[in-house]
C-alpha cells in the first residue's frame, strides 16, 4: 500500500486567518484526489474533489502538483465552524480510497 | 430512511467473542468499504467489495471475515475479539468511477475487553 501523508498539527489560528495543509502522496500512477473533513467522533465526509488545475469551493482552494506527487489545501478567511480533521485522500487504481492520517485545524475567536 | 446506516453504535464485547458490525445503504451503490480508525493511525482499509459476492482484502484484514450476498448489506465479523480490534468502524458505499463521493456510515465504536 503506497502512502499519503499529512502533517497532523495542530493547527491553530485565529478567525480570519488563511492556513494551508499539504499533502504528499507516493503513488505516481495515482488517479484521483480528494479532501475529506472529519469532525469530531464523526464519519468524514467530502470536501471536495482535487482536479490538475487547480479547483475553488468558496473560501477553499485546492491544488495538486502530479510532478511533486503533492496536494494543497487552502483555506481563507477561517470561520470558527472550520475546526476539523482535514483528511487528504487518494485513489489508486485498483483499491480503494487512501486515506492520510488528517491535519487538525483549531480556528479560535 | 435514505442513506447508509451501521448498527450497533457502540458494542462492548469480551475477548474471543464473535461479533458482527452491520452496514446497510439505501443507494444500490456497488462498491462498498470497511475502514478502522485508531489514534495514530488514521483512516485503514478492511476490507471492500465492488459488488454483491464480490470481496477484496485491504489493509489490514486479518482477524475480520465480510459477505455481501445483497447488494445493500456488507457486514463485518470479527470471528474472535482481541482487545486490538477496539476501534472505531466505518462503512462507506460509492459508485465506481475515479471521482466519485464516498459516503460514510456514523460508524461503530467497538471495545473489546
Known amino acids: 500500500r503506497k502512502e499519503v501523508e499529512q502533517d497532523p498539527g495542530p493547527f491553530n489560528v485565529p478567525e480570519g486567518a488563511t492556513v494551508a495543509f499539504n499533502c504528499t502522496y507516493s503513488?505516481?500512477?495515482?488517479?484521483?484526489f480528494f479532501w475529506y473533513r472529519q469532525d469530531c467522533r464523526k464519519e468524514p465526509k467530502l470536501l471536495m474533489s482535487?482536479?490538475?488545475s487547480g479547483n475553488e469551493d468558496g473560501r477553499f482552494t485546492a491544488q495538486l502538483n502530479r510532478a511533486s506527487q503533492y496536494i494543497s489545501l487552502l483555506i481563507r478567511d477561517s470561520k470558527l465552524s472550520d475546526s476539523a480533521t482535514y483528511l487528504c485522500?487518494?485513489?489508486?487504481?485498483?483499491?480503494?480510497?487512501?486515506f492520510g492520517k488528517g491535519t487538525s485545524l483549531l480556528v479560535t475567536p | 430512511d435514505a442513506g447508509i446506516t451501521q448498527s450497533p453504535r457502540y458494542k462492548i464485547t469480551e475477548t474471543g467473542r464473535q461479533v458482527t458490525l452491520m452496514c446497510h445503504q439505501t443507494w444500490s451503490h456497488s462498491y462498498m468499504f470497511w475502514y478502522r480508525q485508531d489514534l495514530g493511525h488514521g483512516l485503514r482499509l478492511i476490507y471492500y467489495s465492488a459488488a454483491a459476492d464480490i470481496t477484496d482484502k485491504g489493509e489490514v484484514p486479518d482477524g475480520y471475515v465480510v459477505s455481501r450476498s445483497k447488494t445493500e448489506n456488507f457486514p463485518l465479523t470479527l470471528e474472535s475479539a482481541t482487545r486490538s480490534q477496539t476501534s472505531v468502524y466505518f462503512c462507506?458505499?460509492?459508485?465506481?468511477?475515479?471521482?466519485?463521493?464516498?459516503?460514510f456510515g456514523q460508524g461503530t465504536r467497538l471495545t473489546v475487553v
Open positions: 482535487v482536479y490538475s
Open positions: 485522500v487518494v485513489f489508486e487504481t485498483g483499491y480503494a480510497l487512501n
Open positions: 462507506a458505499s460509492s459508485v465506481p468511477g475515479q471521482n466519485t463521493e464516498a459516503f
Open positions: 503513488n505516481s500512477a495515482s488517479q484521483s
